[in-house]
C-alpha cells in the first residue's frame, strides 16, 4: 500500500478560522483521513513537529515563537504551504503596522479608560516577544504554496489537498481563489 | 482593417488603440488606468502587449493593419502578475476588511492572473483616511495611482478635485483644497469622480456591504468574461 501523506498544521498570528474552513469540508474529512496522517496540529495533541510531507501555516508572524515555531516548519516540511489572508499578506493583525509597537502596548494595557489601578504592559519572561511589525511567512521562510483568503473556503482547500495529493500542481479557478 | 490578436482577426477603425478595437470586439486586455470613458493615460503597465515583437501599451499604441499582437502568453501575464504585486505590496490592501471587495479590478485582475501571494516584502505604508466628507469617504491605502479620479474630476466634472503629487515612489494622490480635505471642494456624490476608482479609494459612506460579498460583479464571472 502507498504510504499516506503525512500533514502538519499550525495557527501562528490567524484566528483559527482557517483550520475551521479545514473541518469545513465536513464529510470529506473522512476521505482525507484515508489519504494523510496528521502530524503536529491544533486538531491533535502532538507537541513537537516531526518529518513531514506537508505543512499548512496558517496566520502571520508576529512573535519571536511564530518565528521559532515557522522556522520548525520549515525544516520538517517538504512542502510550506501559507494558507489565508494573514500567513498569505499579515491580513488583520498586520493592520497594527503602521502604529509604533509601544504606543500600542501603552494605550492597550496602561492608558486606555477603566484599566484598573496600577495596570501594566505585562513582562513575564513566559511570554513571546512581540515584534515591531507583523510579517507575511513568506517574508521569514521559503514558501511553496499560498492559498488566499479570509479563510479559503473550504472547497479551496479541498481542491489545494487533493490537487497536492494526487501529485498535480494545485489550481483554484474562479470562486476558489479569493483574497477576502 | 484587422490586425491579429492572439493569432484572432480584430477588425479595427483608423484612429482606434489596440485597447479600443480590443474591447469593440469583446477581447480582454488587462488593464487598470485605462477606461473607455477617458482619455488614455498609459501608466500602469497591466495593458502591455507585444507588437510585431515589441513592448507597446495596448492603451496608447494604435492598431495598424496587419499587424500581430501578443496579448495572453504566458510572458506577458508573467509580467503583469509582477506589475500586480508590487501595486499590492506598495499599499495596503486588506481585501477581507475593504468595502470594495468583490467589485475591484485591481483584486479581479489579479485573480484573472492567478496572483497567489504578493511576494515582494510589504511597504505597510502610513496612509491617514480623509473622512471629511458626509457622503465621501477616501481611503488612500488602496490607491494605485491610476488617475482616473483626476480625470473624471477634470474632464467630465469640471472640477478638478484630485491630483497627484510628489514624484517616483513618492508620487501620491492629493485634494485640491486649501486643507486638503475633500469637505473642503465642491465634490459631490453624484459626480462622474465618486464612481470612477477602480479599487476602494473613493467610496460612498453607508454602502459598504448592501451587497453581499460573494454576490458582486467578479463573483459571478471572472474580469475577462465581463465587458469593459
Ligand atoms: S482595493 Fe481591491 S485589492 Fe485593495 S483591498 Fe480593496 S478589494 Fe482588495
Ligand atoms: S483614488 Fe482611485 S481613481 Fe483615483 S488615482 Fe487612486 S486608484 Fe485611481
Ligand atoms: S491600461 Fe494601459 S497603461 Fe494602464
Known sequence: ?180 | MSFLLDGEEVPFIPGQTIMEAARAAGKYIPHLCWDHEFAPHGSCKLCTVKVDGRFGAACTVAAHEGMNVDNRSAELDDKRRTLLQMLFVEGNHFCPSCEKSGDCKLQATAYELKMMSPHFDHFFPDRPVDASHPELLLDFNRCILCELCVRASRDTDGKNVFALSGRGIKTHLIVNSPSGRLADTDMAATDRAASVCPVGVILRKRRGFKVAIGNRTYDKAPISEQPQ
Open chain 1, 1 to 180: 500500500m502507498k504510504s499516506k501523506v503525512k500533514i502538519a498544521t499550525t495557527s501562528l498570528a490567524g484566528c483559527f478560522g482557517c483550520h475551521m474552513s479545514l473541518l469545513d469540508i465536513d464529510l470529506r474529512l473522512l476521505d482525507l483521513v484515508q489519504l494523510v496522517d496528521f502530524d503536529r496540529s491544533p486538531i491533535n495533541d502532538i507537541k513537537r513537529v516531526g518529518a513531514c510531507d506537508v505543512g499548512l501555516i496558517e496566520g502571520g508572524v508576529c512573535n519571536a515563537e511564530n518565528i521559532e515555531i515557522l522556522r520548525d516548519y520549515r525544516k520538517h516540511c517538504k512542502i510550506l504551504v501559507a494558507v489565508g489572508a494573514c500567513a498569505v499578506n499579515g491580513g488583520l493583525p498586520a493592520q497594527r503596522n503602521h502604529l509604533d509597537l509601544r504606543d500600542i502596548l501603552e494605550e492597550v494595557y496602561q492608558t486606555s479608560p477603566g484599566l484598573a489601578p496600577g495596570s501594566a504592559i505585562p513582562n513575564d519572561p513566559e511570554l513571546p516577544l512581540p515584534l515591531n511589525k507583523v510579517h507575511p511567512i513568506h517574508e521569514i521562510v521559503r514558501v511553496d504554496y499560498f492559498v488566499p483568503g479570509c479563510p479559503p473556503p473550504a472547497d479551496a482547500l479541498w481542491k489545494f489537498l487533493t490537487d497536492l495529493i494526487a501529485g498535480r500542481t494545485p489550481v483554484l479557478g474562479h470562486g476558489l481563489l479569493h483574497y477576502d
